[in-house]
């Protein structure tokens, strides 16, 4: 079963202009939710994190948003750069013996157009 | 090193066959772990090591799966009796240790192993 639902496969967006990504999640016990950012032939780098306490985070151009009632969370990049042009996956992990294992849904691939 | 490195880079073999995947991770990182990304698919979790504790090995899909770490630093991920189904490419991920604490968890990957079995 897919507990982290990515269900944009892509998305195209001019430069300048906000990119928002989503990421859906069912299991319960996800108190930890993180994005990654993964560029061809390299490995996956981390961009942002959230914790369940709080509902919002901001790191410069980008912002996580957490809906915990929905189980949604979602990456605002404003504004978009062509530079930002990637696959971007959510995360999340559960506090316990399961903390050190995240997963991961299937991956956005944002494409930032000039 | 600066970051996490793994090798081989790309690893084509035959169906039938063991392989082995190494990995390095960032030092001082006293959490280690495995992942894969099939063809299309997102990364999938397969065990991790955190200092000596035992291993989290509830991901590894069969028992032709196994992963040691030794000395606390670097690790290597054997397949045995390769399947074409094992075509992946395999990541690694080292953090400074699994806890309470949010930056904890922060997870820094290798550029991967593209595996090919054929």
């Known amino acids: 079963d897919q507990q982290v639902k990515q269900n944009s496969p892509s998305l195209s967006v001019q430069e300048g202009r906000i990119s928002i990504l989503n990421c859906d999640y069912t299991?319960?016990?996800?108190?930890?939710f993180l994005w990654y950012k993964k560029y061809p032939a390299e490995g996956p780098t981390f961009l942002i994190s959230?914790?369940?306490?709080?509902d919002k985070n901001e790191d410069g151009r980008f912002t996580v948003f957490l809906n915990k009632s929905a189980k949604h969370l979602s990456l605002h990049i404003v504004p978009s750069q062509p530079g930002d042009s990637a696959v971007y996956f959510c995360a999340a992990s559960a506090r316990g013996t399961s903390y050190g294992k995240l997963t991961f849904g299937q991956g956005t691939i944002l494409t930032v157009h000039p | 090193g600066a970051g996490v490195s793994q090798s081989p880079s790309n690893k084509v073999t035959e169906k039938g066959k063991d392989v082995e995947l190494r990995c390095d991770p960032i030092s001082g990182h006293t959490a280690l772990y495995w992942y894969r990304q099939s063809l299309g698919q997102g990364l999938e979790f397969l065990i991790y090591?955190?200092?000596?504790?035992?291993?989290?090995k509830s991901g590894l899909p069969s028992d032709r799966f196994s992963a040691e770490r030794t000395g606390g630093s670097v690790s290597t991920l054997t397949i045995q009796r390769t399947q074409q189904e094992d075509s992946a490419v395999y990541l690694c991920a080292s953090s400074l240790g699994v806890a309470a604490y949010i930056d904890y968890n922060e997870q820094f990957f290798g550029p991967g192993t593209r595996l090919t079995v054929l």
């Open positions: 959230i914790s369940s306490i709080k």
């Open positions: 090591f955190q200092g000596n504790s035992a291993p989290d």
């Open positions: 299991n319960s016990m996800f108190d930890y």
